[in-house]
């Protein structure tokens, strides 16, 4: 605009103001931050999901789970043991609701930040992004690509932020004169000390009224500048909760459900046989087989990963003669077999539920690698999960008579998901996190001198057979029990050596013979019961013990969980009243 097209102005007037700029309150602020961080994680797990499902990306490149994945592979062992003391099969719950109220607490604080100086949000968001894109770079086969989503999502978040807070990089005031002060708590112009006011603007006229161009800063010449502030906040808002119910609803959870609804299992070469007599009838007692939905999980998994049949598959290499690579279709016409199998975690502590009995169903492991041809020498497997997680397992294990599977079936039905579907790996007598891989997609025949996996990464034995050990079940701890007789109750296991006795002894009495279950199989726990004559009232201290198979009694020394289990009596209090 020239001199001459510049609206005329006479002495002592003011060029027209445009709209005051608003800042939001604290409050206000703080919730524009935690939408600005929805639209970056709503965005990211949108697009990282839609790329997982059409095989765009390598892994998978939740930023979520890429966090939270990092978070689990970088906690002491001493932090992860307590979690599973403490939370048992909810730590995953309780590491996301933790990650969570983390990440409300640091968009609340961006939101405030950028209130005051957007460019320091700004820059405070880019730093996320990028320990977010490490996380996800760091995980096993990751690639550039695998970046997209976060970077992109990341993107829409600052874009958001920029959008909210561009009226303060921009003043809206043209004239150098001091706009009115502005409420911190109500996002207000504080019309009470108005810089318009006499005794404030020397421009004002003898009789105290403001300059007749002057624009007083009120909640009326705001409101312009407020409603598009809400309204862009609640766009953000919209878009936020919209992607991330999106993510949450994407094809690959879809269809990883629909591959497992799908499955038709093949029927079995050979059964394993229940006898009767397995179960004792006591109330309260764990049941010889544990439900699918009550089976114990303990994994790394921040997210379980999702995989479906036609995408799994099975390749097998390293010290052999033949690799090969087989698909769920292949591994499923082989002929399989059904073993009855109780799995124990080695964060079990003593008297701890972190062990299940379950039904499996799958291809014998041995039968699987006499068809890639194990070179002499190689006394280790690394088995790999789909989510990167490595197990290593004594080849020993996987080729004898223990009937080690490639497990597709359990208790007569596709793997839950949570479980490991498509297929896990199932090694009777050894503790999971040297056998049990979920998921797994890929072996690695080795030597135990040239592989390490996760946890023996971080100090645990490499070498973890299952330790004979007995729970009691009832009464529970600190329980009041009538006078009479009391049912003492409970599991003892000591999979691939058999149980062959339980002893319980009340305060320090001699220890007494408990009555058995039947037995299944050398690699299942066993029920048992004893029946307690309580004849004097009082707080009592129970105790049981187990002897397995070879005739060896349960370990009495108190240990902990690492490096390779616990040991110790399982013990309860009670008190018996009249």
Not at 429 to 448: E, I, P, Q, R
Not at 536 to 554: F, M, W, Y
Request: proline share 6%.
């Amino acid at each position: 605009m020239t001199t001459s097209e510049r609206p005329a102005t006479t002495a002592g007037q003011l060029p027209p103001q445009g709209p005051a700029p608003w800042r939001p309150g604290v409050a206000v602020a703080g919730l524009v931050g935690v939408i600005a961080m929805g639209i970056a994680i709503g965005v990211a797990e949108l697009l990282a999901g839609f790329g997982e499902w059409i095989g765009l990306f390598n892994t998978p490149a939740s930023p979520l789970s890429s966090l939270g994945q990092t978070f689990i592979q970088f906690t002491p062992e001493w932090l992860k043991e307590f979690a599973i003391r403490t939370f048992g099969e909810n730590d995953k719950l309780a590491l996301t609701a933790g990650m969570g109220i983390t990440l409300l607490i640091v968009a609340a604080v961006i939101g405030i930040v950028g209130r005051v100086s957007p460019r320091i949000a700004v820059g405070i968001t880019a730093v996320l992004i990028l320990i977010t894109a490490g996380a996800i770079y760091s995980r096993t086969g990751a690639t550039v690509l695998d970046l997209l989503p976060i970077l992109l999502g990341g993107l829409a978040g600052i874009y958001f932020l920029v959008a909210v807070f561009r009226r303060q990089l921009v003043p809206g005031v043209t004239d150098p004169v001091e706009a009115a002060p502005v409420d911190d708590t109500t996002g207000l112009a504080d019309s009470s000390s108005s810089a318009w006011s006499t005794a404030e603007n020397p421009k004002a006229g003898s009789s105290g009224a403001a300059h007749p161009m002057a624009r007083p800063a009120t909640a009326a010449s705001n409101a312009a500048t407020r409603r598009q502030f809400f309204k862009i906040a609640g766009i953000g808002a919209v878009v936020a909760v919209a992607a991330g119910a999106l993510a949450k609803w994407i094809p690959s959870t879809a269809e990883v459900a629909a591959s497992r609804s799908n499955v038709a299992l093949p029927a079995p070469a050979d059964v394993q046989t229940i006898p009767g007599g397995t179960s004792l009838d006591v109330p309260g007692i764990s049941p010889f087989v544990t439900d699918n939905a009550d089976f114990y999980r303990v994994d790394t998994a921040f997210v379980v990963p999702r995989v479906t049949t036609d995408i799994w598959e099975l390749r097998i290499h390293g010290m052999v003669d033949n690799e090969i690579t087989l698909s769920y279709a292949d591994l499923t016409a082989m002929p399989s077999i059904e073993r009855m199998v109780t799995l124990t975690c080695v964060s079990n502590e003593v008297g701890g539920d972190l062990a299940g009995n379950a039904m499996w169903q799958g291809v014998r492991i041995a039968e699987v690698l006499k068809m890639a041809g194990p070179q002499a020498g190689a006394d280790c497997v690394l088995s790999t999960s789909y989510d990167g997680f490595t197990v290593t397992t004594p080849i020993e294990a996987l080729t004898d008579d223990r009937d080690a599977l490639f497990a597709f079936g359990m208790n007569g039905e596709p793997l839950p998901v949570e479980h490991g579907f498509p297929v896990r790996m199932v090694v009777p007598g050894l503790y999971g996190y040297v056998s049990a891989t979920k998921w797994v997609v890929d072996l690695n025949v080795s030597t135990f001198a040239e592989q390490t996996a996760y946890w023996t990464d971080r100090g645990w034995s490499a070498q973890a057979p299952i330790k004979t050990s007995s729970r009691i079940d009832v009464p529970k701890s600190f329980e009041q029990v009538s006078k009479g007789t009391v049912a003492i109750a409970g599991v003892a296991w000591a999979q691939h050596r058999g149980i062959q006795g339980v002893q319980v002894q009340v305060d320090d009495g001699d220890w007494q013979d408990a009555t058995l279950s039947g037995e299944v199989s050398a690699d299942t726990w066993r029920q048992w019961m004893y029946r307690w004559d309580a004849t004097e009232t009082g707080q009592h201290t129970i105790r049981c013990r187990a002897i397995d198979g070879t005739g060896a009694v349960q370990i009495e020394q108190i240990q902990g969980v690492m490096p390779d289990g616990s040991t110790g009596w399982d013990s309860r209090s009670v008190t018996v009243t009249a």
